[in-house]
C-alpha cells in the first residue's frame, strides 16, 4: 500500500519555525516530483513549494519565497520543507504530494498529483 506520511506540524508563535518532514512508503519516489500543499478554513488547497524528480529544480509560492525550503532525500523516499520567519497566514493543514508521471519538474497543479499524504496542521500565532 502506497502511503504518505507528514509530521512536523504544531503551533508556533510568528517569526518561528517549523520543519515538514513527508516519509514515503509502499514504493520508490525517487523518480518523481513532489511537492507541498496547504489548505486554510474556508479556502482552496493551494501550492506551497515543488521539487524536481533528481531535487536540482525548486519552485515556490511568491509568498514563501525567501522563508521556506524544500529538499528531499531520493535515497529514503523523503521530502521535507523547513519553514522559517512563520506568519499566521501561513496558518494551514500542509499536505505533501507525488507527481503522476516520472522525471518531472513538479508543477504547481493538484491535479498533477496522484497520491496525497494526510496533512498535518501547522498554527502560527501573532
Known amino acids: 500500500q502506497v502511503q504518505l506520511a507528514e509530521s512536523g506540524g504544531g503551533l508556533v508563535q510568528a517569526g518561528g519555525s517549523l520543519r515538514l518532514s513527508c516519509a514515503a512508503s509502499g514504493r520508490s519516489f525517487s523518480n518523481y516530483a513532489m511537492a507541498w500543499f496547504r489548505q486554510a478554513p474556508g479556502k482552496e488547497r493551494e501550492f506551497v513549494a515543488a521539487?524536481?524528480?533528481?531535487?536540482?529544480?525548486?519552485d515556490y509560492k511568491n509568498s514563501v519565497k525567501g522563508r521556506f525550503i524544500i529538499d528531499r532525500d531520493r535515497s529514503k523516499n523523503t521530502v521535507d520543507l523547513q519553514m522559517n520567519s512563520l506568519k499566521p497566514e501561513d496558518t494551514a493543514v500542509y499536505y505533501c504530494a507525488a507527481e503522476r508521471r516520472q522525471f518531472r519538474w513538479g508543477t504547481r497543479y493538484p491535479d498533477d498529483y496522484d497520491y496525497w499524504g494526510q496533512g498535518t496542521q501547522v498554527t502560527v500565532s501573532s
Open positions: 521539487i524536481s524528480w533528481s531535487g536540482d529544480t525548486t
